[in-house]
T-cell receptor, first 114, second 110 residues
Framework: DTEVTQTPKHLVMGMTNKKSLKCEQH?????MYWYKQKAKKPPELMFV???????INESVPSRFSPECPNSSLLNLHLHALQPEDSALYLC?????????????FGPGTRLTVL | DQQVKQNSPSLSVQEGRISILNCDYT??????FLWYKKYPAEGPTFLIS?????DKNEDGRFTVFLNKSAKHLSLHIVPSQPGDSAVYFC?????????FGTGTSLTVIP
């Protein structure tokens, strides 16, 4: 299995809702990432998990809460989002956190906040 | 401030000819560079990479060139094929942190 899967593909939520994005990989990768991508912009790094521990938080607002329950799963919990948080949320994984390895990306979750 | 830039938002090339995509970066701490290809409704797919200790890396039709003094890298695709039509992102890395360029949309005309 050489892919990263993300669910759901699309999500529409109101500003008072609580929802979660899920990411899964079974490649034995020990680094997992969340990126946010707005239209016509590059992916922007949000969080990095290395060996299931949060190693990088790029000053992301607390309404985004990541969780890594095990080495194969990565969640992003969403609460009290704003319309400007509407974007494509990409999950990625790579082999070894402290070495250079290409990242494998999932297809993304298209999030719309109303 | 954008640390990795792709100044050409789009590029059109005839099938069989060479496609050259360019990327500039500002941070001299970057020591690993990658190119990703992205089709609509899909996540980016890794294409080719280069370490800062090299100036060229080749993989089939794809060659990446790195000019550290100019802080510039380029991706050459020869020969270009219609299936290469996609958005190409360059990325620069230091440690765990990857920074992506804004992307160049390549169209290969049959």
């Amino acid at each position: 299995d050489t892919e990263v899967t993300q669910t759901p593909k699309h999500l529409v939520m109101g500003m008072t809702n609580k929802k979660s994005l899920k990411c899964e990989q079974h490649m034995g990768h020990r680094a997992m990432y969340w990126y946010k991508q707005k239209a016509k912009k590059p992916p922007e790094l949000m969080f990095v998990y290395s060996y299931e521990k949060l190693s990088i938080n790029e000053s992301v607002p607390s309404r985004f809460s990541p969780e890594c329950p095990n080495s194969s799963l990565l969640n992003l919990h969403l609460h009290a989002l704003q319309p400007e948080d509407s974007a494509l949320y990409l999950c990625a994984s790579s082999h070894i956190p402290d070495d250079y390895n290409e990242q494998f990306f999932g297809p993304g979750t298209r999030l719309t906040v109303l | 401030d954008q640390q990795v830039k792709q100044n050409s938002p789009s590029l059109s090339v005839q099938e069989g000819r060479i496609s050259i995509l360019n990327c500039d970066y500002t941070n001299s701490m970057f020591d690993y560079f990658l190119w990703y290809k992205k089709y609509p409704a899909e996540g980016p797919t890794f294409l080719i990479s280069i370490s800062s200790i090299k100036d060229k890396n080749e993989d089939g039709r794809f060659t990446v060139f790195l000019n550290k003094s100019a802080k510039h890298l380029s991706l050459h695709i020869v020969p270009s094929q219609p299936g290469d039509s996609a958005v190409y992102f360059c990325a620069a890395a230091t440690g765990n942190q990857f920074y992506f360029g804004t992307g160049t949309s390549l169209t290969v005309i049959p």
